[in-house]
């Protein structure tokens, strides 16, 4: 019964390919992000969707576009990646629009994208 | 836009000790949250503030809101070799930003 959930856990690709990292929560949250993590460890807020709609939109190159088909996913498809876009990914949710909301983001185990 | 400094940035302690962490930003917050991540885990929601002035417990995690709004801290008393890990620092203003700010980490070594 994991709260957030990625697949895969490790995704291995060569320069250029294009790839796709999912999302699941079960917590009934209506906000979702995507986090990058640098190999400093430095945490930065890609993007984040309510309720499907794009409401955080970072600079972030045109090659990522997150796609959330409902409240519950929240998926990252990366074009023609780059040695520069290794890293890992997180997804993580919240709930923001109930009232009382304690907007308290919870986090996915990660996704560590190597790129070759 | 926002900036949160935190600090230390790492800290080598023995076991039993306790350890303090801050944080503070350039901008007044609304809510203060502290995660701490082990390795090749995703960050774990530890202790989270709402108000200036709170202060709150988890276990031997203690944590206060500044009153200046623009500063937290972490306690951990009588730290365990379990408390390895990377501890964050995250911010938020009001309103609609969903936004939140994190701190670069304190990286915790606990010798047994």
């Known amino acids: 019964d994991t709260a957030v959930s990625q697949t895969p856990k490790y995704l291995v690709t060569q320069m250029g390919n294009d790839k796709s990292i999912k999302c699941e929560q079960n917590l009934g949250h209506d906000t979702m992000y995507w986090y990058k993590q640098d190999s400093k460890k430095f945490l930065k807020i890609m993007f984040s969707y309510n309720n499907k709609e794009l409401i955080i939109n970072e600079t972030v190159p045109n090659r990522f576009s997150p796609k959330s088909p409902d409240k519950a996913h929240l998926n990252l498809h990366i074009n023609s990646l780059e040695l520069g876009d290794s890293a890992v990914y997180f997804c993580?949710?919240?709930?923001?629009?109930?009232?009382?909301?304690?907007?308290?983001?919870?986090f996915g185990p990660g996704t560590r994208l190597t790129v070759t | 836009g926002q900036q949160l400094n935190q600090s230390p940035q790492s800290m080598f302690i023995q076991e039993g000790e306790d350890v303090s962490m801050n944080c503070t930003s350039s901008s007044i917050f609304n809510t203060w949250l502290w995660y701490k991540q082990d390795p090749g885990e995703g960050p774990v929601l530890l202790i989270a503030?709402?108000?200036?002035?709170e202060l709150t417990s988890n276990g031997r995690l203690t944590a206060q809101f500044g009153t200046t709004r623009k500063d937290s801290f972490l306690n951990i008393s009588a730290s365990i070799p379990s408390d390895v890990g990377i501890y964050f620092c995250?911010?938020?203003?009001?309103?609609?930003?969903?936004?939140?700010?994190f701190g670069k980490g304190t990286l915790l070594t606990v010798n047994p």
């Open positions: 993580a949710s919240s709930q923001e629009t109930r009232a009382g909301g304690r907007y308290e983001q919870y």
């Open positions: 995250a911010g938020r203003s009001g309103g609609s930003n969903y936004k939140l700010t």
């Open positions: 503030l709402y108000k200036a002035g």
